[in-house]
């Protein structure tokens, strides 16, 4: 039983185009985040949610929106794709925002031609 | 501004031996240190935490941090080195030195353990 999942796992798109990436929880945690991992492998924050509620938002534009329609789920929308959106995508989930560990999902690879 | 560095990007062992996985970091307030794990085309696993208490913290498959305050340090260790330890290491800090907040990772260092 996944605790963190996102959809999908590989996502490839031309530059322009508008994509999801889903992710849920099945942990009854408070606060989920958005991750994003470049090709160095460094990883940055790019959102939390807490309760459904944005608490932070990073130096993010305005082209990446995510949506909590519940405290189980945090979508990431991403308008106008570039090519330096490339990424690996992590969503993840803390019991509360400051819980002691963070559950990872599996990673969305995003490429952008 | 909390930060981590990982002086690191590689670090090779043998199969049996110890290995040592750097950390050192900056906090402003009380540090929340953690290390998690990424192993190849996988999210990250957490390992352990250093919140208070004991500096030498033990955490999942055998390994274990020691947190040392005045070297402001947070090294990952293990006494026997696994080939299936190879993978990704990121130290990670609360990004507002209390107990709350996002976390803030290091660069990483990758683990080659050769047989």
């Known amino acids: 039983d996944t605790a963190v999942s996102q959809t999908p796992k590989y996502l490839v798109t031309q530059m322009g185009n508008d994509k999801s990436i889903k992710c849920e929880q099945n942990?009854?945690?408070?606060?989920m985040y958005w991750y994003k991992q470049d090709s160095k492998k460094f990883l940055k924050i790019m959102f939390s949610?807490?309760?459904?509620?944005?608490?932070i938002n990073e130096t993010v534009p305005n082209r990446f929106s995510p949506k909590s329609p519940d405290k189980a789920h945090l979508n990431l929308h991403i308008n106008s794709l570039e090519l330096g959106d490339s990424a690996v995508y992590f969503c993840?989930?803390?019991?509360?925002?400051?819980?002691?560990?963070?559950?990872f999902g599996q990673g969305t690879r995003l490429t952008v031609v | 501004a909390q930060s981590v560095a990982q002086p690191e990007d590689q670090v090779n062992v043998a199969e049996g031996n110890p290995l040592t996985v750097k950390c050192t970091y900056s906090?402003?307030?009380?540090?929340?240190l953690f290390w998690y794990v990424q192993y190849p085309n996988r999210g990250l696993q957490f390992l352990l935490k250093?919140?208070?208490?004991?500096?030498l913290v033990k955490g999942s498959y055998g390994f274990e941090a020691e947190f040392n305050k005045s070297q402001t340090s947070f090294h990952l260790k293990k006494p026997s080195a696994l080939v299936s330890d190879s993978a990704l290491y990121f130290c990670a800090v609360r990004d507002n030195g209390g107990s709350q907040g996002n976390l803030i990772f290091g660069k990483g260092t990758k683990l080659s353990v050769k047989p």
């Open positions: 942990l009854g945690h408070d606060t």
């Open positions: 949610y807490n309760n459904k509620e944005l608490i």
């Open positions: 906090v402003s307030g009380n540090p929340y």
């Open positions: 250093y919140i208070t208490g004991d500096n």
């Open positions: 993840a989930s803390s019991q509360d925002w400051g819980g002691p560990e963070a559950f």
